[in-house]
């Protein structure tokens, strides 16, 4: 069986607690998309937690909590977190991350923070965490999904393109320093040593799962207004929020 947790406002109606709830009669819980840009807040006997980017079931031992394609995956930001909770008690949640997941670069940070700073007073109140730039790049096809990090020369070549790109607006609208495809090969050769031992074929995983009868819960971040479609645009995030996205971003058949 499969659940979806969605919201029906902006967003902060809750589905951090109702997903906590229903995660401790679940086999698997399922972040299918947005990134580090917003948080649900999980109170239980290990302490008050801001979960940005896991699965709000990463407190249940019985559970696997899964990245899926449709997040926009900050690497660090995920580590960073993983170490927090087990810092604090936690055990070590068992992991899966999507080998589609789309990979937030440091340079999509950077364009977020530019961009904000070019519109000034009529900037959309980015929360500069690079979601719309790493989505301008989904859509434009030039991402970096996580299965590319174990082809450094296929990787090095995209990077170079890439940069040739980036680097005429860095330099002609933002007036600002140019990016180093050196420095982020490097970068990108440290995510790859992060995240290899979690990597799977998330679509495949959780069609065993629904063939063995597994619970599964999709875990959607902020709200139905906030919808690219649906929503208050342009006032929007950069992802679809709705129920329906929940079978694209987790890779389920609808």
């Avoid at 899926?68 to 909770?85: S, T």
Wanted: proline letters at 5%.
């Amino acid at each position: 069986m499969v659940t979806a947790v969605v919201g029906a406002n902006w967003g902060d109606e809750g589905k951090g607690k109702i997903t906590d709830m229903l995660g401790e009669e679940s086999d698997i819980i399922v972040r299918f998309q947005g990134g580090s840009n917003a948080g649900h807040t999980i109170v239980n006997d290990y302490g008050k937690f801001a979960l940005h980017i896991l699965p709000s079931g990463v407190f249940y031992n019985h559970t696997t909590s899964v990245i899926g394609n449709g997040v926009a995956l900050n690497i660090p930001d995920l580590f960073k977190e993983i170490q927090g909770i087990v810092d604090r008690g936690v055990p070590m949640p068992k992991i899966k991350v999507s080998d589609r997941a789309q990979i937030v670069m440091p340079y999509h940070i950077l364009f977020d923070q530019y961009e904000e700073e070019r519109l000034a007073g009529k900037s959309f109140g980015s929360t500069k965490s690079g979601i719309a730039p790493f989505y301008s790049d989904k859509y434009a096809k030039v991402g970096i999904q996580v299965s590319e990090l174990f082809d450094e020369e296929l990787l090095r070549e995209k990077l170079e393109r890439i940069c040739v790109q980036k680097n005429v607006i860095l330099e002609h609208l933002y007036h600002k320093p140019t990016l180093n495809v050196d420095e982020l090969m490097d970068t990108l050769r440290e995510y790859r040593k992060m995240v290899e031992p979690y990597v799977c074929d998330v679509s495949a995983f959780l069609f065993e799962a629904r063939e063995q009868g597994k619970r599964i819960l999709l875990e959607g971040q902020l709200g139905s207004l906030k919808d690219p479609d649906h929503g208050i645009y342009p006032m929007v995030t950069s992802s679809s929020t709705l129920a329906a996205y929940g079978a694209i971003g987790a890779g389920i058949p609808p």
